[in-house]
């Protein structure tokens, strides 16, 4: 397979194109096994990737499978189908294309078992489904390529290990089965190279010309940024007439709130009316569906949006990226900026809106490793084992199994390349026996060993476990309506949690708009339309990236340099003042500056970790200082530093940090911790241990099934080193506890602590305290603060 | 005693933190849908493979409630098993140490829709009780007066938590579940607003008992 047969080239000199060089590269090299192309957005990336299968099929049509192509989003699905369609039927090639998603109907997903396309586009969801069937083997039988669109971000979660161990299936029942990778770019291309090829396969890397470098800059706005918080609203007049000159701007925000917040305040400042339309994961899916096809009609000038849109969907027209609020992360910021101007050879046009003065210093770090070339990203970590969990049952379900071949196919998968017998045959066990120290289900076993083979007990148990299949576990949301609106469209959605801190008469954002609490009726947060400025509760969470390891590296060297010529005169004069009154922070030193104010003792701490790890440094040492009797009060925790308030001084700060007190104090506080429970749903459903519409969620009408927390506590108690918990733990160090980043930072500084006690505040300090989102020190307070509710409900109802 | 005291048609009695309803006069604790063997029979009927302690963590608190009080007389008010077969199956250890709460004691076992029959345990099986002016069953009647119930798990929000919570009005008391593989119903729901008076308090259970109007 090399060159391009004629009826190909004819077609791409109708369109007066020619084929790009990484484009003939992968048809050149098509027959090997493993090949990951890594190109920038609209580089014809997913041409490249299924020229090879067009080709194929058209010299020898087949019958039956060919490709699969696995995206991370439905949507992706249907548009690769729309645009593959034009080739296929302008070349005139016998090709059947149909994708395949959890929207797909019944009847067609049935047709589609017994007589499979020539092409199936589907995600990893999906896939692994189709694997479960008893007739899996007669489904893919004669597929010869599977394509990976977006690895990149698969491989950033759990939806890629799954596929992974999926594809170790498929392999097994198709063994010339070629595997394709279509990246953005990213730090780390041979990581993503041994991710997706079969252990010991070798992967042939293709990379696309990059294209010229991008035209990012830093709005330099009239009034200079705010001392605190985020969202960038001091910048709207500008972003305004930023989006006035240009055909359709992105505008990417880090938070929905802060997404949401920036929306309202434009369309208050849009007094010309520009079409401005807001995208975000909490919007419901017929809005931002709504917002999809207007902006895929052009009729959009500009899109406020989140992570939702860092995907896929080739919106076309879009000349401009504004990202408000610090990147936190390069390799996303460059990926992001890639939405724009995706003509080839022509550089894409960013502008970077820092959301306060720190963010200044941060934008320009992150301009300055965008022009390095610098991307970041962690090292990954081995594949999880409640991922595994899940595989195994799915593959139980499907028929029955060797514990040896199954454990070779899982350990081909590069992420399980490592995987231990010991720790498969203790997965093999959960999914078997439930893997209690307590043995107490051996009649009642999930999977029974029969003549050597592994199979369900009973076999009703595969719709069971076909219906719990996937990784993507949504925190309980719940749809908000307006009030008497019967059936009409729901505004959105916000996560329970949120909703049960409103009481009615709250007002708060959502899809652009300012509504009223009214109550909650049946699982719908009800609401009405208000006419108020200014929502008095604007915070529902979404997700918030921590600044990468490297970037903070970066900002800490460039406080370090003697003078900031590349700064606005505002920001190098503050970092002037902080180094006169204090000093400034070190990347091989830990500053912690202590003064009064206002009767109150303060601690900062500039760690410089990033938002989660300074969050649980919190924690972790106001627990200290509450058992040493420095009663803290509360702290506050961003990207660089911690601040902590008490009633009395820290005169020691060495010994609140010393290293193997705060591990000690860590194992503790982590097993009571809201963030374990939470983490310990997350992996109890993903392995199987509890279904997604029994245990932790709500039936109408009936008693509820109890919460997932029970389980929790009942392990914490009789079985603390349970599969389940180990996986917990595992997973809450890395994700929103961190406790990595605070080991790291440990190590880097070792004893080398700078303590500075200064009589007023400093100026790095000094924004902190006018952040949000303080979080105060639970102590005898939560029962106190329960008392004081319920007295005073009692007084209003007037009893007692 | 950190229950909360109050009187129900007449007699004194207290909310317990744990759930229980303790009765003074009586040296009577009385608990409700203990769903004993809950994870056995989701193992059985292949729902799932729970972690199957919790027979021993709900007789954990139970020995607790029933030694600090030195209880003489104990009503089970239903639901004490999760199913009847449950109850047969339950193991060894687990099945002596209910027997060792339940001897020099005066054991009630009510009748509740999981667990509609006799059981081979000792103790008395009834399908509803009357001590002096009150009358335990597991499901509230209609009309009915100073009557103890359990069955709806009921649950209430306060200061951001939801807890397990007793309900009272003048007529009736219905009692939080007290197993520990339970879920909850909130008071919210038209089953339980609808069956309480206006004036029904909500004694919300957890380190201490905290009462609150009946949350609607």
């Known amino acids: ?800 | 005693m950190t229950g909360h005291r109050f009187t129900f048609s007449g007699a004194q009695l207290f909310a317990c933190p744990s759930g229980a309803l303790w009765w003074p006069d009586q040296q009577l604790l009385c608990v409700s849908d203990l769903h004993f063997g809950k994870a056995d029979r989701y193992a059985r009927k292949s729902r799932g493979l729970l972690p199957p302690y919790e027979v021993r963590e709900t007789l954990t608190r139970l020995e607790e409630d029933i030694q600090t009080m030195n209880a003489r007389q104990v009503i089970c008010l239903g639901d004490s098993w999760d199913d009847l077969e449950a109850a047969e199956r339950l193991p060894d250890d687990e099945k002596l140490w209910l027997t060792r709460l339940m001897a020099g004691r005066n054991w009630i076992w009510i009748e509740g829709n999981h667990d509609p029959g006799p059981i081979e345990l000792a103790g008395t099986h009834r399908s509803e009780l009357q001590v002096g002016p009150l009358t335990f069953r597991h499901i509230a009647e209609d009309a009915a007066v100073g009557e103890v119930s359990g069955h709806y798990h009921p649950k209430a929000r306060l200061a951001n938590r939801s807890q397990p919570v007793f309900l009272v009005d003048d007529t009736r008391l219905i009692l939080p579940a007290y197993g520990t593989y339970t879920g909850g119903l909130r008071s919210t729901h038209p089953a339980l607003s609808s069956l309480m008076g206006p004036e029904a308090l909500a004694f919300v259970t957890g380190k201490t008992v905290h009462p609150i109007p009946m949350p609607r």
Not at chain 1, 78 to 86: E, F, G
Not at chain 1, 119 to 133: G, R
Not at chain 1, 263 to 278: D, Q, R, V
């Open chain 1, 1 to 800: 397979m090399s060159a391009l047969p004629p009826k190909f080239q004819d077609w791409f000199d109708q369109r007066g194109w020619s084929i790009h060089p990484h484009q003939s590269d992968m048809l050149e090299r098509s027959l090997s096994p493993c090949q990951l192309l890594i190109a920038p957005t609209g580089g014809g990336k997913t041409l490249a990737g299924f020229l090879p299968t067009l080709v194929e099929l058209a010299d020898a049509p087949s019958d039956g499978l060919h490709t699969i192509y696995i995206s991370p989003l439905k949507a992706l699905a249907a548009d690769i189908r729309r645009n593959l369609r034009t080739p296929v039927e302008e070349i005139g090639l016998p090709i059947r294309i149909e994708d395949r998603t959890g929207d797909t109907p019944y009847t067609q997903r049935k047709r589609q078992r017994a007589d499979p396309p020539h092409i199936l586009l589907t995600t990893p969801e999906s896939l692994a489904l189709l694997l479960s069937y008893p007739d899996a083997p007669r489904i893919f039988d004669g597929l010869q390529r599977v394509i990976v669109d977006e690895i990149h971000a698969l491989a950033e979660s759990k939806r890629g290990d799954q596929l992974m161990l999926s594809l170790s299936r498929l392999q097994a029942l198709c063994p010339g089965l070629r595997r394709v990778g279509l990246s953005a770019t990213v730090e780390d291309p041979q990581a993503i190279a041994g991710y997706l090829a079969r252990q010991p396969d070798p992967c042939e890397i293709l990379n696309a010309d990059p294209g010229p470098d991008p035209d990012i800059r830093m709005l330099e706005t009239q009034t200079p940024p705010p001392w605190a918080g985020g969202g960038g609203r001091y910048a709207i007049p500008d972003v305004l007439d930023l989006v006035r000159k240009h055909k359709t701007t992105l505008i990417f925000h880090n938070t929905r709130a802060q997404a949401e917040i920036f929306f309202h305040h434009l369309w208050l400042a849009n007094e010309e009316g520009l079409p401005i339309g807001i995208h975000h994961g909490s919007l419901a899916k017929e809005q931002r569906l709504k917002v999809e096809a207007a902006m895929a009609a052009g009729q959009l000038r500009g899109i406020v949006c989140t992570g939702s849109l860092d995907l896929g969907i080739d919106w076309g027209d879009v000349d401009l990226v504004i990202q408000v609020g610090a990147p936190k992360n390069v390799k996303r910021l460059v990926q992001r900026i890639g939405r724009a101007n995706h003509r080839y050879n022509a550089p894409s046009k960013a502008i970077l809106v820092p959301a306060n003065r720190f963010e200044v210093i941060e934008c320009q770090a992150a301009l300055q490793a965008v022009q390095a070339r610098a991307l970041d990203g962690d090292p990954r970590s081995p594949g999880p084992r409640d991922v595994l969990c899940q595989h195994i049952l799915g593959t139980a379900a499907a028929g029955p199994f060797d514990a040896d071949t199954l454990y070779s196919q899982v350990t081909s998968s590069g992420a399980y390349a490592a995987l231990s017998r010991p720790d498969f045959d203790a997965c093999l066990d959960f999914a078997a026996t439930g893997g209690y120290a307590l043995r107490a289900y051996d009649r009642y076993q999930r999977l029974v060993q029969r003549d050597g083979q592994w199979q369900l007990r009973d076999p009703r148990a595969a719709a069971q476990i076909r219906m719990n299949l996937g990784t993507i576990v949504d925190t309980d949301k719940l749809k908000v309506r307006l009030k008497h609106s019967r059936g009409g469209q729901p505004l959105g959605e916000v996560e329970e949690a949120f909703a049960a801190s409103l009481t009615p008469g709250d007002t708060f954002l959502i899809g652009g708009q300012i509504v009223r609490y009214e109550g909650l009726r049946e699982m719908t947060v009800e609401v009405t339309r208000r006419a108020d400025r200014e929502p008095r509760v604007a915070v529902f969470s979404g997700t918030k990236f921590a600044t990468s390891t490297q970037l903070s590296a970066r900002i800490l060297e460039m406080l370090n340099q003697p003078d900031w010529p590349t700064l606005p005169g505002h920001t190098a004069d503050w970092l002037l003042l902080q180094r006169e009154i204090s000093q400034m922070p070190r990347g091989d030193r830990l500053l912690v500056e202590t003064f009064p104010l206002q009767d109150r003792h303060y601690t900062c701490v500039y760690g410089f970790a990033g938002k989660n790890a300074q969050q649980t440094l919190g924690l972790l040492l106001t627990a200290r200082m509450e058992r040493e009797g420095l009663h803290p009060l509360g702290f506050v925790a961003t990207d660089y530093a911690t601040l902590i308030w008490g009633l009395d001084p820290v005169t020691d700060p060495t010994m609140l940090l010393r290293g193997h007190d705060l591990r000690d104090g860590f194992e503790t506080w982590l097993n009571g911790n809201a963030v374990m429970k939470r983490t310990f749903r997350t992996s109890a459903l993903i392995a199987g241990l509890i279904d997604r519409n029994s245990p932790g969620k709500r039936k109408s009408g009936r008693q509820a099934t109890f919460s997932s927390d029970i389980l929790y506590d009942t392990l914490l108690k009789y079985d603390p080193d349970h599969l389940m918990m180990q996986v917990t733990r595992e997973e809450a160090l890395k994700g929103l506890v961190d406790f990595g980043r605070i080991e790291e930072l440990l190590a880097r500084v070792e004893d080398r602590i700078d303590h500075r006690a200064l009589n007023q505040v400093s100026p790095l300090a000094a924004p902190l305290l006018l952040e949000v989102g303080r979080v105060p020190v639970q102590g005898a307070g939560t029962e106190r603060l329960m008392k004081e509710e319920a007295e005073a409900l009692m007084a209003e109802a007037g009893l007692r």
